[in-house]
C-alpha cells in the first residue's frame, strides 16, 4: 500500500514536471532569450496583497524594481506605483514584437515579473528553466530510448543466435565497459565539432549518449533471453516450426520488457545527468538557448555561486526529478521480481 | 595465480581495444589542432600543411597508430600540440593526483559503507531502517554535479577550507608533515564530494548482501546455538557476503572515476579531468587519448585488485584455481 503511494505520487510529480516543460510558452511568462539589460542578477520579484497604504488587494501586485548604483546588487522596490499581476496577457517574443499565444501570466511596463530572478544578462530565469526543462528532460528521454534499443537489438540477437555473434558482441561490450562512462563519453564528444548550433549539438548529444551505452543494457538483456531461450514453450513452439522472428516477437521480446521498464526509469535520470554535466563543462548546448546545464555553468563563477541563490534553481529542480524516477525504479524492480536487476 | 594471470592478460587486450577504438573515434573528428590557425589570414596554408606533415598529421591511420605504438615504448605517448612536448610527462602526474583522489575516496566509502550497511541489514523494518532508507534515497536523488557545487559554496562561504586547487602556494618549501597537512587539507572538499556520491549506492549494495547471508540457513543454525548476534556478523555473515562486496569493488572504481572527473573540473583538482577537457576544447589528439588511456588503466588495475582480493578471501575460487 505504501509502494503504491510512492510511486503515484513519483507518477504525479513526473507528469508534472514534464507538462510544465511541454507548456514551457504558455506558462513562461518570457521569452526564454529576452533580455532586460538594466536587470542583471535581479533577486525573485515579491508579490504583494497589501499596498503602501495598507490596503488589502486580493489581485497580487509587484512594484518596479531600479538599482540606483547601477552595480546590480542593491535593487530597490518603486512603491509609489503598484502594477496588478495579469493573467492571460499576449505572448510578445525575445524582441517585443508580439506573437501568437497567450501567456500565463504578465505585468504593465515598466515593472517585471521575474519569479525566480535574472540572469547576469537580465533574462527571466523562471522561463529559462520551463524551456531549459524541454531540453533536459528531452535529451534524457531520446537518449534512454536509443540506448535500450540498441542494447535491446543487440542484446537480444547475442542471446538469441549465440555462439560467434555472442562471442563478438559481447566482447565489444567489454571493451564499451572498460572505460569510466564520462571519460567514454567525452572521448566520442571529442570526436565531434566543438562549435555547432544548438539544435545540432542537442541531437549529436543525444546521439553520443545513446549509442556509448548500449554494453549495459544489452548485457542484461542478453541473460534473461538466454533463459527465455531455453523454456520448454520456447523450445515446442520451434519445434512446430515458428520462424526466429515469431520466437523472438511472440516468446522472447515480452520477457524483456520488466527489465527494460525497470532500466529505463533508471537510466533517464543518468541520462539528463550527462546532458547537464556536458552542457556544464560547455560541451553540450550552448548559450543563448537554455538547458539546465548551461544555466548552471553560470556557477562556476565564485560571485555567482556565493551571492545569487537562485540561479541554484536547475541544479535543485534536478532533486525531485531523480527522486520521483528512482521510486518509480525502485517499484517496477520489486514488480519485475528479482531477475530485473 | 594463473587465474590472475589471464585477468592481466585480458586487461592488456582491451587496452590495446580501447586505444584502437579512441584513436579511431578521435581520427574522426573534423579539423584538427591547427583548423583553427587556418583563419588567421597571417599564415599561409603552405606554413599550416609544412606543419601537418611535421607532426605527422597528413599520414593515414594505421601509420599514425604505430607511430604512436613506438611513442608509446619511449613513454612519449604521442605529441601534444598546445603544450608542444611529448604527452607523457604531462599526464603521469595527472594521474598519480586522480589516483591519490579517487584511491582515497574509495577506501573512505568502503569504510564507511561496510559498517553502516552491516548494521542497517541487521535492523529491519525499525526505525534505523526506515531513516537509512529515507537518507540514501535522497542522497541518490542529489546530483554529483549539485553536491559538489554545494559543497564548494560551503568552503567559499565559510573560508574553513581551501575552495580549490590541491596544494597552497608555497607548497614547495613546507616541511614535509606541513605539507601533508596542506594537501591533506585540500583534498577534503573533493574526496567528501566523492564519497557522498558513492555512498549511497554502496551502502544499499552492503545492506542487501548481508541480509541475504543473515536469512541463510548456517545463520540460523549459529543463532540456535546461541552464539551471540554480534559475532555472527562480524565472524559468520560479513566474510559470507564479502565475494558479491568485492565483485561491486571492481564496479565502484568506475563511478567514482567518472565522477572525479567532473568534481576535478569543479574544484580545479589538477587531475586527468581538467586536462582531458582542456585537451578537447583545443582539440589536442594525442593529449585526448592519454587521460582517457590513463582512466582505462586506473580502472583495470583496480578490477585486477579485487580479483587479487577475492582470491584471498574465497576459499572456493582458490580452489577453483588450483
Given amino acids: 500500500m505504501k509502494g503504491r503511494l510512492a510511486v503515484g505520487l513519483a507518477l504525479a510529480a513526473l507528469a508534472t514536471v514534464h507538462l510544465a516543460a511541454l507548456c514551457a510558452g504558455f506558462l513562461a511568462p518570457y521569452a526564454p532569450l529576452e533580455q532586460t539589460r538594466a536587470l542583471p542578477y535581479a533577486p525573485p520579484t515579491r508579490l504583494h496583497f497589501v499596498d503602501a497604504e495598507g490596503r488589502f488587494h486580493l489581485r497580487p501586485f509587484v512594484y518596479a524594481i531600479a538599482d540606483p548604483s547601477g552595480a546590480g546588487e542593491a535593487y530597490q522596490e518603486d512603491r509609489r506605483q503598484p502594477y496588478p499581476l495579469r493573467f492571460l496577457v499576449p505572448a510578445v517574443d525575445a524582441t517585443g514584437a508580439a506573437t501568437t499565444g497567450k501567456r500565463l501570466l504578465g505585468v504593465d511596463e515598466p515593472a517585471r515579473v521575474f519569479l525566480l530572478g535574472t540572469d547576469g544578462l537580465g533574462r527571466d530565469q523562471l522561463s529559462r528553466l520551463l524551456h531549459g526543462a524541454r531540453i533536459s528532460l528531452l535529451a534524457g528521454l531520446l537518449a534512454t530510448v536509443l540506448s535500450l534499443g540498441l542494447g535491446w537489438l543487440l542484446g537480444t540477437l547475442a542471446g538469441f543466435y549465440g555462439h560467434g555473434l555472442d562471442a563478438v558482441l559481447m566482447r565489444s561490450a567489454e571493451l564499451f565497459l572498460a572505460l569510466p562512462w564520462l571519460y567514454l563519453l567525452f572521448a566520442v564528444r571529442a570526436a565531434l565539432p566543438l562549435h555547432i548550433a544548438p539544435a545540432q549539438a542537442f541531437l549529436l548529444l543525444v546521439l553520443v549518449i545513446g549509442l556509448v551505452d548500449w554494453a549495459r543494457p544489452a548485457r542484461l538483456v542478453r541473460g534473461v533471453v538466454l533463459s527465455a531461450r531455453e523454456r520448454s514453450y520456447v523450445l515446442a513452439a520451434r519445434g512446430f516450426g515458428a520462424s526466429d522472428f515469431h520466437l523472438i516477437r511472440r516468446h522472447i521480446a515480452p520477457q524483456t520488457l520488466g527489465l527494460l521498464l525497470t532500466q529505463a526509469a533508471l537510466l533517464v535520470p543518468q541520462y539528463i545527468l550527462a546532458e547537464v554535466t556536458l552542457s556544464f563543462l560547455g560541451l553540450g548546448v550552448s548559450e543563448p538557448v537554455p538547458s539546465w546545464g548551461n544555466m548552471l555553468a553560470a556557477l562556476q563563477r565564485y560571485h555567482v555561486l556565493t551571492s545569487y541563490w537562485w540561479m541554484w534553481v536547475p541544479g535543485l529542480a534536478l532533486v525531485p526529478v531523480f527522486l520521483a524516477y528512482y521510486a518509480l525504479a525502485e517499484a517496477l524492480r520489486r514488480r519485475a521480481g528479482p531477475a530485473a536487476l | ?322
Avoid: K
Fill in chain 2, 1 to 322: 595465480m594463473t587465474r590472475l594471470a589471464r585477468r592481466a592478460g585480458q586487461g592488456l587486450l582491451l587496452l590495446a581495444g580501447v586505444s584502437v577504438l579512441s584513436f579511431v573515434l578521435i581520427d574522426l573528428a573534423p579539423g584538427d589542432f591547427f583548423a583553427e590557425m587556418r583563419l588567421d589570414p597571417r599564415i599561409e596554408p603552405a606554413t599550416l600543411q609544412a606543419l601537418r606533415s611535421r607532426y605527422g598529421l597528413d599520414r593515414p591511420l594505421p601509420e599514425r597508430y604505430l607511430r604512436w605504438l613506438g611513442s608509446l615504448a619511449t613513454g612519449e605517448l604521442g605529441y601534444s600540440f598546445a603544450y608542444g612536448g611529448p604527452v607523457g610527462p604531462l599526464l603521469w602526474p595527472r594521474a598519480r593526483n586522480t589516483l591519490v583522489l579517487t584511491a582515497t575516496a574509495t577506501v573512505l566509502a568502503w569504510a564507511l559503507a561496510v559498517p553502516l550497511g552491516a548494521w542497517w541489514a541487521t535492523r529491519r523494518g525499525g526505525p534505523v531502517d526506515a531513516v537509512l532508507a529515507g537518507l540514501t534515497a535522497t542522497l541518490l536523488a542529489v546530483p554529483d554535479l549539485v553536491l559538489v557545487l554545494g559543497l564548494l559554496l560551503l568552503a567559499v562561504r565559510t573560508g574553513w577550507l581551501p575552495a580549490g586547487g590541491m596544494v597552497s602556494v608555497g607548497h614547495e618549501q613546507m616541511l614535509w608533515g606541513e605539507g601533508m597537512r596542506d594537501l591533506a587539507s585540500h583534498l577534503v572538499l573533493p574526496v567528501t564530494a566523492l564519497v557522498l556520491g558513492a555512498l549511497p549506492v554502496l551502502t544499499r549494495y552492503v545492506r542487501a548482501s548481508v541480509a541475504e547471508t543473515l536469512r541463510a540457513p548456517f545463520v540460523r543454525a549459529a543463532r540456535a546455538h546461541g552464539i551471540p548476534e554480534l559475532r555472527i556478523l562480524l565472524h559468520h555473515a560479513l566474510p559470507a557476503a564479502a565475494n558479491p562486496l568485492i565483485s561491486l569493488f571492481g564496479l565502484s572504481l568506475a563511478g567514482l572515476l567518472s565522477m572525479s572527473l567532473l568534481v576535478e573540473v569543479v574544484t580545479s583538482w589538477p587531475g586527468l579531468g581538467p586536462l582531458l577537457l582542456e585537451a578537447i576544447l583545443a582539440r589536442d589528439v594525442y593529449l585526448v587519448l592519454g587521460p582517457v588511456l590513463a582512466s582505462t588503466l586506473l580502472l583495470l588495475a583496480g578490477n585486477l585488485l579485487a580479483d587479487a582480493l577475492l582470491l584471498a578471501t574465497d576459499p572456493r575460487i582458490r580452489s577453483e584455481d588450483a
